[in-house]
């Protein structure tokens, strides 16, 4: 059963309005969104059936005609009935419906042929315009443009205009005039009413080209924008042209006397700009993934709506490395705009609010050369909601760079989230892990970094106010802390340097004990715990420790993204890539066996649960800022793989049987002979897992232990062990300290 989507980036293509300005019409990756403009709540989703991302969007009447791949959809946007669809030779750009005839730019295409000069082989570019009857569905190729990009065409009286990088061309029934520009070109918008059309560039300049295009058109140049002009838009009347670029300023500019009028501060880069047929709302969409509705009254915003804000940041310099639940609204937190949370629904599938962390003023780049903005790299609440720890960062060419640690505190009255405790530089270098307790014996927070220390904060009260305080700092055996996690009923801490796990009384600062795998030396990149049993990932292995024993319950060989714990049940969740898509695994820490696999179409990022009146809710979130959502009616389990049986293995009907896998002990590398003695388990605990190394089994493992076959990876399963009755981990602890002493 396929998963229900929601997310994505709504910036792609301009949003067009319906004929009777009810709706507003977004593209979403191969979806289109029909938003209802009076209530900003979202009327219906109109899909293709296919995963190719939609190219274009027009209305004509009360139907939506829509661009994918070489195909051309019509919808009757209303009845949310698709009516037909057209297919073309090749991928479609940009299309432009007029009457019964489709004019489709098709995609740019890299191909390579014989140089009638040269006579050797030689790369080139080709893109066509062609003409599409939707009566007879024949096509015909007008215009074929070999080594230049075609960006755009708009309708002029009663011919069309056709825009490249370079050039710009009038195609009528006369023929083809082709002019140069000397500047880059990036949009076009024609009069409705005068035979003139708008150009913008990529320094900014706006061209008024005055004529027919039976001879060379008159220009007049207008500048204001300070980088490249993104769109341009005709009011209907004609009287003015809306453009918008980087500035995050809409500008209306009225043609007869030349005047400006501004829009300032809207937030973000301009990306496109379209109009509401009655001239009621002037739409505006941005590069943070949002839409803004201005009202044409009184020029101030009348709607909004919102996407995931991160989806059109760099990766590599923001990457998106918050994503939980917010405890007391139920929304998704994730990153937001640099310096910024936001706070979306998973039910309404809008953008709730957006949080700002860095109080800093948003700065256009210099030149070409973006300026690197402050970063909130951890994020985390409190289990009652009530604080909120927040850990900033901003990389700097020329100088130190910076580090805050911020403690907020929840305001019941405002409804909001205010300062409380503020830290500048925790720690020397880079943080690369936060973690806050779940308050039962009091609220603590760690943080580790990468010069070798790990900071405990603890929430005192005051006279008048709780604060935070650093109670301890620690190091281990000169190794780098890579992760850090309170345990559920915060007896005690778990903090993982490298390979090696370590066990921390967090009010004492006492160690506790030590846990270490020698099967690799993978540093440990996060650590959840559920009951009894601790589960760490690492970049290529997946354990599960059975602390009652103080042993490896059952480990995996295997790359994953992320792994999240369903806070009602011991359930927890894995999402891997695999190809192009991935997949989502769920699992009971008793087994090996999982409970769950889905297929993924896009690639993970992200897990996370959501408790609901029922069972929890599973949310993934994709490197397209795609939200897939799973419930507990979507859950499919999973069935043994069926494999083909010769003559005599059919009659056999025994169960199959699993074997380890044969150790070669002479190359054997064993990691506890270069682990410090201090740090290993017990002798006891170690002697098992050494021997199974070593010695080939012969009897046949239980079915619970089986290795699950995750394809691409190969796996590494230890049997299942029975489960001690030792009361609760406090009281394992206590055992623990005595036998370390």
């Not at 929430?459 to 281990?476: D, I």
Request: charged residues 20%.
């Amino acid at each position: 059963m396929k998963s229900t989507t929601f997310g994505g980036t709504l910036q792609t293509l301009s949003p067009v309005f319906s004929s009777d300005t009810q709706f507003l019409l977004v593209g979403c990756g191969a979806r289109i969104k029909c938003y209802n403009i009076e209530t900003g709540l979202l009327y219906n989703v109109l899909e293709t059936g296919k995963t190719h991302e939609l190219t274009h969007l027009q209305v004509v009447g009360n139907q939506v005609y829509a661009s994918a791949d070489k195909n051309l959809y019509l919808w009757d946007y209303n009845a949310n009935l698709l009516l037909e669809v057209f297919e073309t030779e090749s991928v479609i750009h940009k299309f432009l419906v007029s009457d019964r005839e489709c004019f489709i730019i098709t995609k740019t295409e890299k191909l390579n042929r014989i140089g009638p000069k040269t006579g050797i082989p030689e790369d080139y570019t080709l893109a066509q315009l062609v003409k599409l009857n939707l009566d007879s569905r024949k096509t015909q190729v007008m215009y074929e443009s070999m080594n230049e990009k075609l960006l755009d065409l708009c309708e002029l009286q009663d011919q069309l205009v056709l825009v490249g990088l370079n050039s710009y061309m009038y195609l009528s029934d006369n023929g083809l005039k082709r002019y140069k520009s000397q500047s880059k070109l990036t949009c076009v918008a024609g009069h409705p009413t005068q035979n003139m059309i708008a150009l913008g560039d990529s320094i900014g300049r706006i061209f008024l080209a005055y004529g027919n295009g039976k001879s060379e058109p008159k220009m007049t140049e207008m500048h204001w924008h300070a980088h490249q002009v993104n769109d341009l838009c005709f009011t209907g009347d004609g009287v003015y042209l809306l453009s918008g670029g980087e500035e995050a300023v809409l500008v209306m500019w009225q043609l007869e006397t030349g005047s400006k009028a501004f829009v300032p501060r809207l937030g973000s880069e301009i990306v496109h700009v379209s109009i509401a047929p009655q001239h009621t709302f002037y739409c505006v969409g941005q590069k943070d993934n949002s839409i803004q509705l201005i009202s044409t009254g009184d020029m101030n915003v009348f709607r909004t709506f919102s996407g995931i804000k991160a989806a059109h940041l760099d990766q590599k310099m923001y990457p998106t490395s918050v994503f939980h639940l917010d405890p007391i609204n139920r929304h998704l937190v994730l990153n937001g705009l640099p310096g910024t949370l936001q706070y979306y629904s998973a039910i309404g599938d809008h953008s709730i609010k957006e949080f700002d962390v860095t109080n800093r003023n948003r700065v256009s780049k210099t030149e070409s050369k973006d300026l690197r903005q402050t970063h909130v790299r951890f994020a985390q609440h409190s289990q009652d909601g009530m604080w909120l720890v927040t850990l900033e960062s901003r990389k700097n060419d020329d100088f130190d760079d910076e580090y805050v640690l911020k403690f907020y505190q929840y305001d019941l009255d405002l409804q909001n989230y205010f300062l409380n405790t503020r830290v500048d530089m925790p720690h020397q270098k880079d943080v690369n892990s936060l973690s806050l307790s779940h308050g039962k014996n009091g609220l603590f927070c760690v943080t580790t970094s990468v010069d070798k220390t790990f900071k405990i904060y603890e929430c005192v009260q005051g006279k008048t106010q709780a604060c935070w305080m650093v109670r301890t700092t620690h190091r281990y055996n000169h190794l780098v802390p890579n992760s850090a996690q309170f345990c559920e009923d915060d007896s005690f801490l778990a903090v993982g340097f490298g390979p090696v796990l370590s066990l921390w009384d967090h009010r004492t600062g006492q160690l506790l004990h030590t846990l270490s795998c020698c099967a690799t030396g993978d540093d440990i990149q996060k650590i959840i715990f559920s009951q009894q049993f601790l589960i760490t990932q690492s970049k290529y292995r997946l354990d599960v420790w059975n602390l009652l024993t103080g042993s490896v319950y059952w480990s995996m060989m295997v790359s994953l993204k992320d792994i999240a714990k369903d806070p009602r049940t011991n359930k927890f969740c894995c999402v891997r890539e695999e190809g192009e898509g991935g997949n989502v695994c769920v699992f009971d820490p008793k087994s090996p066996a999982p409970i769950m696999i889905q297929p993924l179409e896009g690639k993970p990022l992200h897990v996370c649960y959501i408790p609901t009146s029922g069972d929890s809710e599973l949310i993934v979130l994709d490197k397209q800022f795609v939200l897939h959502r799973w419930s507990d009616q979507t859950q499919v389990q999973v069935e043994p793989k069926k494999q083909k049986k010769s003559g005599f293995g059919s009659l056999l009907t025994g169960p199959k049987q699993v074997f380890e896998k044969k150790m070669d002990v002479n190359n054997q590398d064993f990691g506890f002979f270069k682990t410090p003695s201090h740090i290993l388990a017990p002798p006891s605990k170690m002697v098992l897992s050494v021997l199974r190394t070593m010695l080939e089994p012969k009897k046949i493992v239980e079915e619970q232990a089986k290795t699950v076959d995750m394809d691409t990876a190969e796996e590494f399963v230890q049997p299942v062990q029975s489960i001690p009755d030792v009361g609760s981990l406090s009281k394992w602890v206590s055992q623990l300290v005595i036998e370390h002493q």
